[in-house]
Protein backbone atom coordinates (compact mmCIF):
# COMPACT_ATOMS: atom_id res chain seq x y z
CA UNK A 1 0.00 0.00 0.00
CA UNK A 2 1.28 3.39 -1.19
CA UNK A 3 1.62 6.39 1.23
CA UNK A 4 2.75 9.95 1.92
CA UNK A 5 5.04 10.84 4.35
CA UNK A 6 6.60 14.41 4.78
CA UNK A 7 8.60 15.84 7.60
CA UNK A 8 8.12 19.63 7.44
CA UNK A 9 9.22 21.51 10.00
CA UNK A 10 7.84 25.86 9.74
CA UNK A 11 8.64 28.26 12.60
CA UNK A 12 6.66 31.83 11.97
CA UNK A 13 7.51 34.63 13.30
CA UNK A 14 4.76 37.78 13.13
CA UNK A 15 5.16 40.68 15.47
CA UNK A 16 1.87 43.27 16.83
CA UNK A 17 0.77 45.88 14.78
CA UNK A 18 3.69 48.40 14.78
CA UNK A 19 5.95 46.52 17.21
CA UNK A 20 3.74 47.39 20.48
CA UNK A 21 3.57 45.76 23.55
CA UNK A 22 0.94 44.48 24.01
CA UNK A 23 0.89 40.98 24.45
CA UNK A 24 0.48 40.71 28.19
CA UNK A 25 1.27 38.18 30.49
CA UNK A 26 -2.05 38.32 32.47
CA UNK A 27 -3.55 36.97 28.92
CA UNK A 28 -0.55 36.03 26.72
CA UNK A 29 -0.55 32.73 27.45
CA UNK A 30 -3.90 32.43 26.64
CA UNK A 31 -3.33 33.79 23.53
CA UNK A 32 -0.54 31.34 22.67
CA UNK A 33 -3.14 28.24 23.43
CA UNK A 34 -5.86 29.28 21.51
CA UNK A 35 -3.20 29.87 18.43
CA UNK A 36 -2.20 25.93 18.68
CA UNK A 37 -5.96 25.15 19.08
CA UNK A 38 -6.34 26.88 15.75
CA UNK A 39 -3.35 24.64 14.60
CA UNK A 40 -4.92 21.61 15.52
CA UNK A 41 -8.35 22.32 14.22
CA UNK A 42 -6.74 22.70 10.77
CA UNK A 43 -5.16 19.30 11.23
CA UNK A 44 -1.51 20.14 11.59
CA UNK A 45 1.01 19.69 14.32
CA UNK A 46 1.59 22.71 16.95
CA UNK A 47 4.97 22.14 18.62
CA UNK A 48 5.54 25.14 20.45
CA UNK A 49 4.19 28.43 20.45
CA UNK A 50 5.55 31.46 22.60
CA UNK A 51 6.90 34.79 22.37
CA UNK A 52 7.08 38.05 23.86
CA UNK A 53 5.05 41.59 24.39
CA UNK A 54 5.36 42.48 20.83
CA UNK A 55 6.11 39.30 18.86
CA UNK A 56 5.11 35.63 18.57
CA UNK A 57 7.09 32.73 17.24
CA UNK A 58 4.95 29.65 16.08
CA UNK A 59 6.66 25.90 15.43
CA UNK A 60 4.78 23.31 13.64
CA UNK A 61 4.97 20.41 11.57
CA UNK A 62 3.16 21.18 8.35
CA UNK A 63 1.26 18.43 6.59
CA UNK A 64 1.71 18.97 2.30
CA UNK A 65 -2.10 19.49 2.47
CA UNK A 66 -1.95 22.90 3.99
CA UNK A 67 0.14 26.28 2.28
CA UNK A 68 2.50 27.66 4.67
CA UNK A 69 0.78 31.21 3.81
CA UNK A 70 -3.09 29.78 4.60
CA UNK A 71 -2.03 28.86 8.01
CA UNK A 72 -0.28 31.53 9.51
CA UNK A 73 -3.06 33.72 7.87
CA UNK A 74 -5.69 31.47 10.02
CA UNK A 75 -3.66 31.76 13.41
CA UNK A 76 -3.54 35.63 12.83
CA UNK A 77 -6.83 36.42 12.00
CA UNK A 78 -8.37 33.98 14.47
CA UNK A 79 -6.11 35.22 17.45
CA UNK A 80 -6.73 38.64 16.91
CA UNK A 81 -10.40 37.95 16.69
CA UNK A 82 -10.58 35.93 19.90
CA UNK A 83 -7.94 38.73 21.61
CA UNK A 84 -11.05 41.63 20.65
CA UNK A 85 -13.67 39.28 21.75
CA UNK A 86 -12.21 38.72 25.34
CA UNK A 87 -11.60 42.50 25.17
CA UNK A 88 -8.13 41.92 26.38
CA UNK A 89 -7.20 45.48 25.66
CA UNK A 90 -9.26 48.72 25.49
CA UNK A 91 -9.10 49.31 21.68
CA UNK A 92 -8.75 47.42 18.95
CA UNK A 93 -5.87 44.44 18.45
CA UNK A 94 -3.83 43.46 14.93
CA UNK A 95 -1.10 41.60 13.88
CA UNK A 96 1.46 43.37 11.86
CA UNK A 97 0.91 42.14 7.80
CA UNK A 98 3.37 39.90 6.75
CA UNK A 99 5.52 37.05 8.78
CA UNK A 100 8.30 35.23 8.82
CA UNK A 101 8.75 31.71 7.92
CA UNK A 102 11.64 29.04 8.35
CA UNK A 103 12.29 25.33 7.37
CA UNK A 104 14.01 23.07 9.69
CA UNK A 105 15.65 19.31 9.00
CA UNK A 106 14.33 17.07 12.05
CA UNK A 107 17.90 17.37 13.82
CA UNK A 108 17.39 20.95 14.60
CA UNK A 109 14.08 20.66 16.43
CA UNK A 110 15.05 20.53 19.81
CA UNK A 111 17.74 23.71 19.32
CA UNK A 112 14.52 25.57 17.79
CA UNK A 113 12.29 24.56 20.59
CA UNK A 114 14.11 25.62 22.63
CA UNK A 115 14.97 29.00 21.52
CA UNK A 116 11.46 29.29 21.36
CA UNK A 117 10.94 28.63 24.69
CA UNK A 118 13.62 30.35 26.46
CA UNK A 119 11.85 33.98 24.30
CA UNK A 120 11.22 36.20 27.72
CA UNK A 121 15.19 35.00 29.04
CA UNK A 122 16.61 35.72 25.38
CA UNK A 123 14.94 39.12 25.25
CA UNK A 124 15.68 40.37 28.37
CA UNK A 125 19.59 40.14 27.33
CA UNK A 126 19.04 41.44 24.12
CA UNK A 127 16.55 44.00 22.12
CA UNK A 128 13.76 42.46 20.04
CA UNK A 129 15.64 44.34 16.50
CA UNK A 130 18.85 42.89 17.49
CA UNK A 131 17.71 39.35 18.38
CA UNK A 132 15.61 39.03 15.09
CA UNK A 133 18.57 40.64 12.99
CA UNK A 134 21.04 37.81 14.92
CA UNK A 135 18.18 35.36 14.10
CA UNK A 136 17.78 36.01 10.43
CA UNK A 137 22.01 36.33 9.72
CA UNK A 138 22.48 33.32 11.28
CA UNK A 139 18.98 31.11 9.99
CA UNK A 140 19.88 27.98 8.20
CA UNK A 141 17.05 28.03 6.25
CA UNK A 142 16.78 26.09 2.84
CA UNK A 143 15.94 28.46 1.09
CA UNK A 144 18.59 31.00 -0.49
CA UNK A 145 16.77 33.85 -1.06
CA UNK A 146 13.85 34.58 1.30
CA UNK A 147 13.19 37.53 2.49
CA UNK A 148 11.78 38.64 5.81
CA UNK A 149 10.28 41.70 6.12
CA UNK A 150 10.05 43.03 10.03
CA UNK A 151 8.15 46.12 10.44
CA UNK A 152 9.87 48.67 13.99
CA UNK A 153 7.97 51.53 15.43
CA UNK A 154 10.31 53.52 16.87
CA UNK A 155 12.62 56.70 17.55
CA UNK A 156 14.12 55.99 14.16
CA UNK A 157 13.23 58.45 11.23
CA UNK A 158 10.65 56.32 9.78
CA UNK A 159 10.65 55.10 6.10
CA UNK A 160 7.46 54.08 4.05
CA UNK A 161 4.67 54.60 6.01
CA UNK A 162 5.67 55.28 9.27
CA UNK A 163 8.01 51.71 9.59
CA UNK A 164 11.12 50.88 9.64
CA UNK A 165 11.81 48.58 6.96
CA UNK A 166 14.88 45.54 7.50
CA UNK A 167 15.63 43.48 4.96
CA UNK A 168 17.79 39.93 5.83
CA UNK A 169 18.46 37.39 3.85
CA UNK A 170 18.72 33.69 4.76
CA UNK A 171 21.41 31.74 4.07
CA UNK A 172 21.79 28.54 2.60
CA UNK A 173 22.70 25.29 3.99
CA UNK A 174 26.03 23.82 2.18
CA UNK A 175 24.35 20.08 1.02
Known amino acids: MAGTYTQIYIQYVFAVK ?8 PWREEVFKYMAGVIKNKNQKSIIVNG ?14 MSVSNLIRDVKNNSSDF ?10 FSWQDG ?20 QEK ?15 KNSKSNTTKSTFLIGWN ?4 PRRGGMIIEKCRARAVPR
Open 18 to 25: GRQNLLQN
Open 52 to 65: VADHVHVFVGLRPS
Open 83 to 92: INDRQFLPYE
Open 99 to 118: YGAFSYAHSQMDAVYKYILN
Open 122 to 136: HHRKKHSRKSTWSFC
Open 154 to 157: DKIK
